[in-house]
């Protein structure tokens, strides 16, 4: 990607080719840092030297660092109303402006986390001052520059609260709290507001799905810095509904175009579901899995990374080409056939930002414990805190049902070792060099054992994921089943239409699914009276092959049915609101 120029060369070579063009140079600087932190790999390291240089020798004295030309900046037209839709097909010049230096903003202030350097704060003083300038106390509005009452330009408030963080000057912050109020005085966005008193998320900004998250993202920073209840009470409200109504088997954030919203990347309500006529966004798994990340980072609770694993193992991996290069920007639950392009767009540049958001999170310390955050492979350096030593975890989920966790070179020392253990899975057997283990369950979520640590210990760990079935209400009254073992969606891998089925939800899923296979390395499940084998959901779309996750339900139960019902009137009362 950074070989190939088209990073910087909207900045270079002003204007850019495309409207959001800026986005990708500071999305690859956030994930190239990340990567670089694991690997040390030097040519990584040389790249974003490179392209931080690149970038700041193409800011203007005024603090400007986009790809626009003079006359469709954010300086020059601070309001701007018709612009380039999301997914429009006729390209406008405007309107991604802000949008793109809070990607610059973002990208630059993680590389200079690791890669101290002044010059890169003051430039990022310098956007930020600009901004200010344009859009603070007595300036334009904010929500009026942009699509979606400036739902994606208000995405800033994360960055300009990162570059308070990094330098403690209150202007900053003064800023992110302007930009709240602005939200909060614009009826058509009003995100916080809205969250707050319990309304739908379909409805701030039209409910566009990878921006609110992205705002909910700048509310847990202002949550961080101001301790401010009402920051935190917001995120988390809108967290409960995404999960509770947007969120696929997948772990995919689902959107769908409606009346009410008029974009394919909008959130729409759970009466209009259908697994044919929805979307997941590649943008909106990253943005999820971030969400869930932070929340982590705030609460050390299990929740949150098991639901940002399950969108990483699922969703994110199912937009990804095996051949790693090409991506989809959108999926759909049920499809005929994958659309991998090796095209440069912003959910290539955003997914794999979530996944190395989620390696950097694989262990670390929590209120003294060493904390192995989930049951896959890696290995890791330890601290003088835990022995210093290293620690290897093998294993070989996501299809068999074992880890071993080692302790190498570690001094003797006492200390609690806390792992989560992925969602959908139940803990058979704990032990230490091969002998039970005490182990608890905090309230955290995590298992923990407490005990003097020495060179060589191994922690054998069992289990098993349960397969379970999940009932999706959706459009005029009808229901569908999906199906998962442990973390794991599974679906049918399909060639073209499908013929139709329809699945008595009235009996245990154990009755409806027949193992065909499950040897360690792959896993087959039949439906009974009939020849489908689903599979790992992110195995089943390929080049051939698309994908049916979601199949519809009859016999209907009664409770599933007044379920569906709810679900409509939910959707008439908030839609006329």
């Known amino acids: 990607m950074a070989e190939s120029g088209y990073l910087i ?42 392209n931080v240089e690149r970038l700041l020798a193409t800011q203007l004295p005024d603090g400007y660092l986009g790809t626009y030309d003079s006359e469709s900046t954010f300086v020059a037209m601070p309001e701007r109303g018709a612009v380039q839709d999301d997914v429009g097909k006729t390209l406008k010049r405007g309107g991604w402006d802000i949008w793109t230096h809070r990607y610059n903003l973002y990208g630059l202030l993680t590389y200079e986390q690791y890669f101290p350097d002044e010059r890169i704060v003051d430039a990022c003083r310098k ?31 994360e960055s300009i609260m990162m570059l308070y963080e990094r330098t403690g000057e209150n202007a900053y912050l003064e800023f992110a709290e302007y930009m709240v109020e602005a939200i909060e005085n614009n009826p058509g966005h009003e995100l916080m507001g809205t969250m707050l008193d319990g309304g739908s998320v379909v409805k701030p900004g039209d409910g566009k799905g990878y921006q609110l998250m992205a705002n909910l993202l700048g509310f847990i920073r202002l949550f961080r810095c101001t301790e401010d209840q009402r920051y935190h009470e917001a995120v988390i409200k809108g967290w409960e509904q995404i999960l509770d109504k947007h969120i696929l088997v997948t772990g995919g954030p689902w959107t769908r175009k409606m009346e009410y919203n008029g974009n ?24 999820w899995m971030q969400l869930n990340i932070h929340l982590f980072e705030l609460t050390g609770d299990a929740r949150y990374m098991d639901e940002a694993e399950k969108t990483l193992l699922n969703s994110l991996y199912g937009h990804q080409h095996d051949d790693g290069i090409k991506w989809c920007y959108y999926t759909t639950p049920n499809q005929s056939a994958m659309e991998f392009t090796p095209r440069l767009h912003c ?48 294993s070989d989920l996501p299809f068999g049902s074992s880890t071993t966790i080692t302790l190498q070179g570690l001094a003797a020392k006492s200390f609690r070792l806390e792992f989560r253990v992925p969602s959908s899975i139940d803990l058979e057997t704990v032990k230490v060099n091969g002998d039970d283990a005490a182990v608890n369950k905090n309230d955290r979520g995590f298992y923990e054992i407490n005990r003097s640590w020495e060179e060589g210990d191994v922690i054998d ?25 442990g973390p794991l969606a599974l679906a049918e891998q399909v060639k073209g239409d499908t ?10 899923v154990e009755s409806i699914l027949r193992s065909v296979e499950s040897d360690g390395q792959n896993i087959r499940y039949r439906i009974e009276g ?7 959901y992110y195995q089943a779309g390929t080049d051939a092959t698309g994908t049916r996750t979601y199949f519809r339900v009859g016999n209907m139960s009664k409770e599933d049915a007044d379920a569906i019902a709810e679900a409509v009137a939910e959707r008439d009362r908030l839609s006329v609101e």
């Open 530 to 536: 009939t020849d489908i084998e689903l599979v790992p």
């Open 264 to 287: 394919v990347e909008c959130f729409a309500y759970t009466a209009d579901f259908d697994p044919k006529k929805i979307y997941v966004e590649g943008c909106c798994d990253a943005t």
């Open 499 to 508: 013929q139709p089925l329809s699945i008595d939800c009235s009996i245990p």
């Open 127 to 157: 956007m930020a001052d600009l901004l200010i300038r344009v859009y603070g106390e007595g300036g334009s509005d904010i929500t009026h520059y942009g699509t979606r009452e400036g739902i994606s330009s208000t995405t800033l408030l």
């Open 9 to 50: 060369d909207g900045f270079e070579k002003r204007p850019g080719v495309h409207p959001w063009q800026g986005e990708h140079l500071g999305k690859w600087l956030h994930a190239a840092v990340l990567a670089w932190r694991v690997t040390g790999d030097e040519k990584i390291k040389q790249e974003m030297a490179s």
């Open 347 to 394: 959910c290539a540049s955003s997914m794999p930002r979530g996944m190395e958001m989620l390696s950097a999170h694989l262990i670390g310390e929590i209120d003294g414990a060493m904390s192995i955050n989930g049951l896959f492979p890696f290995t890791a350096e330890l601290p003088d805190q835990f022995g210093e030593g290293s620690v290897a975890v093998e």
């Open 461 to 485: 760990i069992t289990y098993a994921g349960r397969l379970e079935s999940h009932i999706q209400a959706g459009e005029e009254g009808k229901a569908w089943m999906a199906f998962s073992l």
